[in-house]
T-cell receptor
Framework: DAKTTQPPSMDCAEGRAANLPCNHS???????VYWYRQIHSQGPQYIIH???NNETNEMASLIITEDRKSSTLILPHATLRDTAVYYC?????????????FGTGTRLTVIP | GAGVSQTPSNKVTEKGKYVELRCDPI?????LYWYRQSLGQGPEFLIY????????DSGLPNDRFFAVRPEGSVSTLKIQRTERGDSAVYLC??????????????FGPGTRLTVL
């Protein structure tokens, strides 16, 4: 699976959009971009994933660049409960490649 | 519905002892995963079960670590002759199946293991 690079930490004002970047310059054509987050003392929680088109769900939006070498997770209206470590993971969806490779992620702090 | 549960939530043991950590996946989920998370790091994959069999155990650090899932539901992670370096949070996750699009992983709260 391709390696990802994320900033170690970011701050965001409550109510504003949080934009979390991720670089994955060595991504392969069959690899998806996944985002998970981990709130303190809890297990990781799935947020969203995509291949090449932008994706949106009730939690967030995922913007993937045309060359697929980077992506941005957008939390449109950050709340204090969004304070967590956010992990960007690149993985091929195929039988046998089911484990997730987490890096150190981005620690997002939402400030009141 | 119930999520993934793990017991105990905390386990303190002495160096050299044997420990068992239990995971109850979401009912009906065929795939089960174990991860280990050290302080300040992201979770690291240990082992993946599809049904009763270990489909991928490449993340187990050495032969002191072993996991079973005899009936394809509950899983137990077993650590023999524990070492201080085994101290970490052990996370369990399950997914409906092991292949897309049904392989979204749902994580439990973890078991914090402390080896004194």
């Amino acid at each position: 699976d391709a390696k990802t690079t994320q900033p170690p930490s970011m701050d965001c004002a409550e109510g504003r959009a949080a934009n979390l970047p991720c670089n994955h310059s060595t991504i392969s054509g069959n690899e998806y971009v996944y985002w998970y987050r981990q709130i303190h003392s809890q297990g990781p929680q799935y947020i969203i994933h995509g291949l090449k088109n932008n994706e949106t769900n009730e939690m967030a939006s995922l913007i993937i660049t045309e060359d697929r070498k980077s992506s941005t997770l957008i939390l449109p209206h950050a709340t204090l409960r969004d304070t967590a470590v956010y992990y960007c993971i690149v993985r091929a969806d195929q039988t046998g490649a089911n484990n997730l490779f987490f890096g150190t992620g981005t620690r997002l702090t939402v400030i009141p | 519905g119930a999520g993934v549960s793990q017991t105990p939530s905390n386990k303190v043991t002495e160096k050299g002892k044997y420990v068992e950590l239990r995971c109850d996946p979401i009912s009906g989920h065929t795939a089960l995963y174990w991860y280990r998370q050290s302080l300040g790091q992201g979770p690291e994959f240990l082992i993946y079960f599809q049904g009763t069999g270990a489909a991928d155990d490449s993340g187990l650090p050495n032969d002191r670590f072993f996991a079973v899932r005899p009936e394809g539901s509950v899983s137990t992670l077993k650590i023999q002759r524990t070492e201080r370096g085994d101290s970490a949070v052990y996370l369990c996750a399950s997914s409906l199946f092991g292949v897309a699009p049904y392989n979204e992983q749902f994580f439990g709260p973890g078991t914090r293991l402390t080896v004194l």
